[in-house]
């Protein structure tokens, strides 16, 4: 029994910043963990198929991002709250997506069947 959900979804004008918040919880979590788990961010925009956003790994240490949010798009990790967070910064209007949340255990994912458990995904809606 795994959940992970994502919020902080929203309308946005271009510039501006949302922080996405994935919370886990269930029993896989409980009682294996969150600290094992590495997580990751993707992103699914309307006819496209679902693409790599950033991850992070089990410790929280180590951050890896996609080429088109380096330097803008934070990712964090609170194994207290078996949360972790996106932060998204000079956000673009092509950044418009589902943003998913997904969990693998002890590896980052850096590919989207790479991850053993995914949210049901938050709206981002960047206004031009």
């Known amino acids: 029994q795994v959940q992970l959900v994502e919020s902080g979804g929203g309308l946005v004008q271009a510039g501006g910043s949302l922080r996405l918040s994935c919370a886990a919880s269930g029993r896989t979590f409980l009682s294996l963990s969150f600290s094992n788990y590495a997580m990751g961010w993707f992103r699914q925009a309307p006819g496209k198929e679902r693409e790599f956003v950033a991850s992070i790994s089990r410790g929280g240490y180590n951050t890896v991002y996609a080429d088109s949010v380096r330097g803008r798009f934070t990712m964090s990790k609170d194994d207290a709250k078996n949360t972790v967070y996106l932060q998204m910064n000079s956000l673009k209007p092509e950044d418009t997506a589902v943003y998913y949340c997904?969990?693998?255990?002890?590896?980052?994912?850096?590919?989207?069947?790479?991850?053993?458990?995914w949210g049901q995904g938050t709206q981002v809606t960047v206004s031009s």
């Open positions: 997904a969990a693998r255990w002890r590896v980052v994912p850096s590919v989207p069947n790479e991850a053993d458990y």
